[in-house]
């Protein structure tokens, strides 16, 4: 059983098109998270949900959106996508002080 | 601000030395992560580190942590190719989220 799983795992897209990335975990982890890894290997946060509530919105443009139904998963929504945009964007979900990342989602503007 | 460094940034060994990734934070923490990436994939938890002199070992990889000097270290010891990969150290803040290092990338030369 996958502990984060993430789909998709790759998006190609066209620039000016809105796409959705979704994960989940079934850890019983409350806290879930999106970083975001450039072509640089540099990983960000991007956003943090505990429990279905915000907690983490970094300098994020407003085009992102996440979006927590329930504390198992965090779907992230991207408006108008941007070259910018292309890179790796990471799930993660964490219980005290342990961490589990997804698998990740490439995403590639064109 | 809080910051991660780690150095050296890239990093080519020979087979069977021994070499040290450094990883210093800028303020407070006392919860570091290590971090592996193989390229295309995704990030496998390493070590936790939680506690100032806290050491942990696994096979060639020894983590150290020193939170009055704001320095964590990855020791390798006689590399064997199987090591090539991307290592990241992370420091939490105490704010739920990681910051993450820039990544050394090691490249274990027969």
């Known amino acids: 059983d996958t502990a984060v799983s993430q789909t998709p795992k790759y998006l190609v897209t066209q620039m000016g098109n809105d796409k959705s990335i979704k994960c989940e975990q079934n850890l019983g982890h409350d806290t879930m998270y999106w970083y975001k890894q450039d072509s640089k290997k540099f990983l960000k946060i991007m956003f943090s949900?505990?429990?279905?509530?915000?907690?983490i919105n970094e300098t994020v443009p407003n085009r992102f959106s996440p979006k927590s139904p329930d504390k198992a998963h965090l779907n992230l929504h991207i408006n108008s996508l941007e070259l910018g945009d292309s890179a790796v964007y990471f799930c993660?979900?964490?219980?005290?002080?342990?961490?589990?990342f997804g698998s990740g989602t490439r995403l590639t503007v064109v | 601000e809080l910051k991660v460094e780690q150095n050296p940034l890239f990093l080519s060994m020979q087979e069977g030395k021994n070499y040290t990734i450094y990883c210093n934070y800028s303020t407070t923490s006392d919860r570091l992560y290590w971090y592996r990436q193989d390229p295309g994939k995704s990030l496998e938890s390493l070590f936790v580190?939680?506690?100032?002199?806290a050491v942990k070992q696994e096979g060639r990889l020894m983590a150290s942590l020193d939170t009055k000097a704001r320095l964590s270290t990855l020791h390798i010891t006689a590399a064997v190719h199987d090591l090539s990969a991307t290592y990241f150290c992370?420091?939490?803040?105490?704010?739920?989220?990681?910051?993450f290092g820039t990544g050394t990338r090691l490249t274990i030369i027969p």
């Open positions: 580190l939680l506690s100032n002199g």
């Open positions: 949900y505990n429990n279905k509530e915000l907690i």
């Open positions: 992370a420091v939490n803040f105490g704010n739920e989220k990681l910051t």
């Open positions: 993660a979900s964490s219980l005290r002080v342990f961490y589990t």
